[in-house]
């Protein structure tokens, strides 16, 4: 009488005896003979022979037996498939990177903010490593990708301006996102020539925004465009196009503001002209900026004003340029009651300003 094994399965229909583990998982080219779906027990009276001979050591039984325990693991929730092991190690991965990832672009933005070059004339030493190995003191996932990585660091050049693009890139898009809530636009736009002596347009947008039943006038800065030429027909092409690409309206925008230049404000040919050939109701307004300087800059024509900025240029270059003369201006000042009470006035007076203008 032999023993039933876990592993046998009657068929009534064939009446013959399989090997449940060897059926399912078993390959053809397997060794074993018996107990397969092609070649089934039949033969009762050498049923024992066939059990010692399939139960052999080097027998390939044995792994599909472990195959199949594995597989009723998995479906009964005791272990995890290998799909899913490498499911969790690749979200353990992404998340990791992502982490380190965030903190350099912390570290991008912070030195944007604060006006900080990235990198210097020795890479180590830049405010961008060291900002970031600051961090990293109280970052083991930062501190140890910092100390192991070998290929992919996240902190060359090339990778720092692709961050800084996109950063970029997903800040214009949320600015342009605030542009199109408001149903009116005001453009405002002047040229000049940057360091790598190429000419910029510099381009912003006015709003007017509701706050508490308050009126405020709010201001954009979209960004610069790289001017061709300065030429009246192409700054107003470059604008153009600029809110055509960016659907930022044509049809919403009811005013333009750029300085007194002829291609710029000129009545025929200048920008504002044309621009209002694409959007008539856009009005163009004098730079109000633009307009004080004109206003110095006539007035220093007379040269009773010219003597006087002179004369003042020449007061301040005499404290400016003398640590003790300026020590001596101060003391006088705290000494004059009068005096200091009209430099807390002209104080509290800019504070006010500039939180206005915040």
Request: proline share 2%; hydrophobic share 40%; with cysteine.
């Amino acid at each position: 009488m032999v023993e039933r094994k876990p592993w046998m399965r009657y068929s009534r229909a064939k009446d013959a005896i399989y090997c449940a583990c060897c059926t399912i998982f078993g390959k053809r080219e397997s060794k074993a003979k018996t107990f397969r779906l092609s070649s089934p027990v039949t033969d009762w009276s050498n049923l024992s022979h066939f059990v010692k001979r399939h139960l052999q050591d080097d027998s390939p039984h044995h792994d599909f037996v472990g195959q199949g325990q594995a597989f009723l693991d998995v479906a009964n929730l005791k272990s995890k498939s290998i799909a899913s092991s490498l499911s969790s190690f690749h979200d353990e991965t992404v998340a990791k990177n992502r982490h380190i990832l965030s903190k350099i672009i912390d570290v991008i933005v912070l030195c944007g903010n604060q006006n900080l070059p990235l990198r210097g004339h020795a890479e180590e030493k830049s405010n961008f490593k060291a900002s970031l190995k600051t961090i990293a003191k109280s970052d083991k996932v930062l501190a140890k990708h910092l100390e192991t990585a070998t290929l992919v660091k996240y902190t060359s050049p090339e990778i720092q301006n692709e961050l800084i693009e996109i950063c970029a890139e997903q800040l214009f898009n949320h600015l342009k996102d605030l542009c199109y809530k408001f149903p009116f636009l005001a453009i405002i736009a002047d040229e000049t020539t940057d360091k790598a002596t190429q000419t910029q347009l510099s381009v912003c947008t006015r709003h007017l925004e509701t706050v508490d039943t308050d009126l405020n006038a709010n201001e954009i800065f979209l960004g610069f465009l790289q001017a061709k030429s300065t030429k009246g027909e192409a700054i107003a092409d470059l604008l153009v196009d600029f809110m055509n690409e960016n659907d930022l309206g044509l049809e919403k925008l009811r005013a333009q503001g750029y300085d007194g230049a002829s291609h710029m404000s000129g009545r025929i040919n200048g920008v504002q002209a044309l621009v209002r050939n694409h959007a008539p109701d856009a009005v163009h307004v004098h730079c109000k900026a633009h307009c004080l300087n004109l206003a110095i800059v006539h007035s220093c024509k007379e040269p009773i004003v010219r003597t006087m900025m002179a004369t003042v240029q020449e007061i301040a270059f005499a404290f400016d340029y003398s640590a003790k003369r300026l020590k001596s201006f101060l003391d006088e000042l705290d000494r004059n009651e009068a005096a200091k009470e009209a430099m807390e006035k002209k104080n509290k007076t800019e504070k006010t300003l500039r939180n206005e203008m915040v």
